[in-house]
């Protein structure tokens, strides 16, 4: 899906690349097929997306019987930090799928702590999600695993919720892995813009964090009246109806999570 996504009304950047400025630490393999290849970095992109990305092809080579091309290509993000403060924290990308419906296809894997790189799951994402699997009977290394498949021809941004996957204070890796059949091939993989943010809690009125509303947090909140929050702050817990300013429509609001008696 094309069309804009707000994963929170306040983001804070962690991370971002839109890889204009080369590509530090963001490694390539593959499993060795007869004809190996992996992604690489293109700085035309098609479909009216400007700038630079990473591209795996997805070549019409391989016959199904005896030149089989299955394999997987992979991309490994560096090593990246989790600020301690994170609590609900995302990671977006945004691309172009073009490849062999059901058969070719890709996914992203996540890695905890220098642990083994594990599948994302479909309920991990909040947005444009994996569209199908690739089939069990498949030569794909990727049989029964979700995937992006098939001609989008259009570019979209996912948002993946990495919240239920990994701590504030964690060090996560990232591989988007492509996974090929025997043969058959259309276009490929196209991948941009890819950042990891957290969103700023807001609009719950405990604007001294002791867990209650009280009459010092109306005095607080007081203060803030008419304060933009859209970038957090101290004055956040006051926009209560999460429109981007403390102001008198979020006072009812608070007035009735008062704590005092």
């Not at 306040?10 to 097929?33: A, I, L």
């Amino acid at each position: 899906n094309p069309e804009p996504f707000d994963a929170c009304l306040s983001p804070v950047t962690m991370y971002s690349d839109g890889f204009e400025n080369g590509v530090p630490d963001w490694t390539v393999s593959n499993s060795n097929p007869p004809t190996p290849y992996d992604w690489v970095l293109r700085a035309g992109l098609p479909w009216g997306m400007s700038g630079s990305g990473w591209f795996i092809a997805d070549p019409n080579i391989g016959d199904c019987q005896t030149d089989g091309e299955a394999a997987v290509h992979s991309l490994t993000s560096p090593i990246l930090f989790v600020w301690d403060e994170a609590q609900e924290f995302f990671l977006s990308f945004t691309h172009l799928v073009a490849t062999e419906a059901a058969y070719d296809g890709g996914n992203v894997k996540i890695s905890v702590n220098e642990g083994p790189f594990e599948l994302i799951p479909p309920e991990a994402f909040r947005y444009n999600a994996y569209n199908a699997a690739i089939p069990v009977n498949s030569t794909n290394p990727l049989s029964g695993e979700p995937a992006f498949t098939g001609r989008g021809a259009v570019w979209g941004t996912s948002f993946i919720e990495l919240s239920g996957l990994a701590n504030g204070g964690d060090l996560i890796q990232f591989r988007f892995d492509f996974g090929k059949d025997a043969c058959d091939g259309h276009d490929g993989w196209y991948l941009s813009d890819i950042a990891m943010f957290y969103c700023v809690p807001v609009g719950d009125g405990d604007f001294d964090q002791d867990n209650k509303v009280t009459l010092a947090d109306v005095a607080y909140f007081q203060r803030c009246m008419r304060t933009p929050v859209r970038d957090g702050g101290p004055c956040a817990p006051g926009d209560l109806d999460r429109n981007g300013f403390v102001d008198f429509f979020d006072f009812a609001p608070l007035v009735e999570l008062l704590d005092d008696p």
